[in-house]
T-cell receptor
């Protein structure tokens, strides 16, 4: 099974600053997808950004961008101009493009605190 | 659009009791999943259904059973609840045959406490 590792259980950032959350994964596959999900205190799982492994270009969504390093199996999330509403648990997830069921494998999460 | 709807949102069970968590999606997705979330453990896959009529075990299936009732509905049953099953449960769905929009959509979760 693919393993997803988030090595930072907690991170802190000041409002308006930039923070990077780390994620590494282990796979022997070449075709897969990577995701970052946000879980605020409401418990709802919200997709932040997705990356297809066959695309070399890093995905961006407004203030959120990723640094996808396929050879290094690294997928970090950069949040620019941090806002108080960005405070949440962030999960990195991997999904095979070929295996049956295509279930997401999640890391253990990084809790992001945003200070005024 | 309702998306993925889970019921109930909260539940307290006594050890040994049984219950079924219900999940329905209205996005015509072929694949559905049940996860549990425990502090410091992320989301772990319990069971999944790649398509209507099929179900398979995930990472932590012991103590659970599932039923894919039709394309829309996927239920999770605890036959004899144990305190170790105290957790937050999420149902999710995805359209796993498409190359685009490949993410999973989640329900709001069920907080289950077994005493």
């Amino acid at each position: 099974a693919q393993t997803v590792t988030q090595s930072q259980p907690e991170m802190s950032v000041q409002e308006a600053e930039t923070v990077t959350l780390s994620c590494t994964y282990d796979t022997s596959e070449s075709d897969y997808y990577l995701f970052w999900y946000k879980q605020p205190p409401s418990r709802q799982m919200i997709l932040v950004i997705r990356q297809e492994a066959y695309k070399q270009q890093n995905a961006t969504e407004n203030r959120f961008s990723v640094n996808f390093q396929k050879a290094a199996k690294s997928f970090s999330l950069k949040i620019s101009d941090s806002q108080l509403g960005d405070a949440a648990m962030y999960f990195c997830a991997y999904r095979s493009a070929r295996r049956s069921g295509y279930a997401l494998n999640f890391g253990k999460g990084t809790s992001l605190l945003v200070t005024p | 659009n309702a998306g993925v709807t889970q019921t109930p949102k909260f539940q307290v069970l006594k050890t040994g009791q049984s219950m079924t968590l219900q999940c329905a999606q209205d996005m015509n997705h072929n694949s559905m999943y049940w996860y549990r979330q425990d502090p410091g453990m992320g989301l772990r896959l319990i069971y999944y259904s790649a398509s209507e009529g099929t179900t398979d075990k995930g990472e932590v299936p012991n103590g659970y059973n599932v039923s894919r009732l039709n394309k829309r509905e996927f239920s999770l049953r605890l036959e004899s609840a144990a305190p170790s099953q105290t957790s937050v449960y999420f149902c999710a769905s995805s359209d796993s045959f498409r190359r685009s929009n490949t993410e999973a959509f989640f329900g709001q979760g069920t907080r289950l406490t077994v005493v």
